[in-house]
């Protein structure tokens, strides 16, 4: 009884309060510090007052939330125990509506969770002023392209590199994969992909990368002349646009962020243990994903450009590509190989000629000389090579093609 006095004194009070401001005899704000409620607490309540009088501040105060029995309160935390224990209450909510037709608030989940010691509020992270950059309008008009190194599979298998691709202007992931390491030939990969499924983007927006952008002051502009993939995409008439800060390419580092809880957990479920059978997933994975979180741009334009190249020329394009000289006796040294040149025809024409080498992530190798390629054989006088850290990714993308021909 003494409980119920108490309510009823506090709801004259908020009345009195209430209709003085809807009197205009007290501001909100004013209202706000006396009630100590925000102002927006404040107005949600003028608007049940207005509505329903006194009992509108009744029903909002002690209706709460929808019951639920105690069975289906236990059967929802036996799975959150079972499956979904590390879970966040949105995403449990998700499955459990998926997986078991149980249909629960977000935020009623999270009220049970926390009372199970299952979920902890995250503390607010102190602000900082990142101003927004404004979306491009169009499609295809600018795709943000990073790496995210992660235990993708929780000791399931080794930690690897997840590729991702979001457009701009849509939020809508373009493709990602699954690759061992974060590397120039990755990239190229997902590059050959989005290129054969949508044609070619206005510009890539990256990190400052090594893959992307070189530290070597020798270079032609100091900035990214002499990259392999800056020199791929100029030919691709593309542009590379490398970022300050993670924070200007937000919507790749955010979409990383939901793929390391949302991937990661949908992989677990699926018993998914290997780069191959994650690979193999991510098709699926990516239009659930984009039904959910991407959004239309402001634009119906796509600004994807035909590819016009052929299998052959884009095999090339996207490749590393280095110049040696021919020998008097026609043959190349590149790491530790000689590369004997066939076709006697070619004689004198070719001797102290500058060729290029082109090593394609299929795993192929060809020398090009004024756009024709040259037939040759493989002498290999020395031991295999030993790899310095400088070579590290170069000698990575070699072991991949070695186990796929494998």
């Known amino acids: ?198 044609g070619r983007a206005l510009a890539y927006y990256s990190d400052r990368h090594s893959i992307f952008k070189t530290t070597r002051e020798q270079c032609i502009d100091r900035l990214l002349e002499d990259t392999q993939l800056y020199r791929a995409l100029k030919e691709l008439g593309i542009e590379l646009i490398c970022a300050n800060s993670p924070q200007a390419k937000g919507r790749v580092e955010r979409a990383n962020s939901t793929l390391q809880d949302r991937l990661i957990k949908e992989m677990r479920l699926r018993g998914i243990s290997s780069i191959e059978e994650g690979n193999a997933y991510l098709e699926e994975y990516i239009k659930q994903h984009n039904k959910k979180f991407s959004i239309e741009p402001r634009s119906s334009e796509n600004a994807h450009r035909p590819l016009n190249k052929t299998e052959k020329e884009l095999d090339l394009i996207l490749s590393k590509q280095e110049t040696r000289k021919v020998s008097k006796n026609l043959e190349i040294s590149f790491e530790k190989k000689i590369y004997q040149i066939k076709g006697v025809g070619h004689g004198y024409r070719l001797r102290q000629a500058n060729v290029t080498i082109c090593e394609t992530f299929k795993g192929e190798t060809k020398i090009m000389y004024q756009g024709k390629e040259l037939e040759y054989n493989i002498f290999e006088p020395g031991g295999p090579k030993e790899a310095d850290s400088k070579d590290l990714n170069h000698v990575m993308d070699k072991v991949l093609i070695a186990v796929k021909k494998g």
């Open 1 to 198: 009884m003494k409980r119920n006095i108490v309510i009823q004194e506090d709801i004259m009070d908020r009345v009195m309060i209430l209709q003085r401001v809807v009197d205009k005899k007290m501001t909100q704000a004013e209202a706000g510090e006396e009630l100590k409620l925000t102002e927006r607490q404040v107005r949600r309540l003028i608007k049940n007052f207005k509505q329903k009088g006194w009992e509108g501040l009744v029903a909002k105060k002690q209706d709460g939330n929808k019951k639920f029995r105690a069975e289906f309160k236990e059967e929802v935390l036996k799975y959150i125990r079972g499956k979904y224990h590390d879970f966040g209450p949105t995403f449990a909510a998700e499955k459990l509506k998926e997986n078991y037709g149980l249909q629960i608030s977000k935020e009623t989940l999270r009220q049970w969770m926390m009372e199970e010691n299952i979920w902890k509020g995250k503390k607010r992270k102190k602000a900082r002023i990142h101003q927004s950059r404004e979306r491009r309008s169009r499609f295809g008009e600018l795709v943000q392209i990073d790496g995210s190194p992660h235990d993708w599979f929780e000791g399931r298998a080794p930690k690897c590199c997840l590729i991702v691709m979001i457009d701009d202007a849509s939020s809508k992931i373009i493709y990602m994969r699954f690759e061992v390491t974060e590397t120039t030939f990755g990239y190229m990969r997902c590059i050959e992909k989005h290129l054969k499924k949508y």
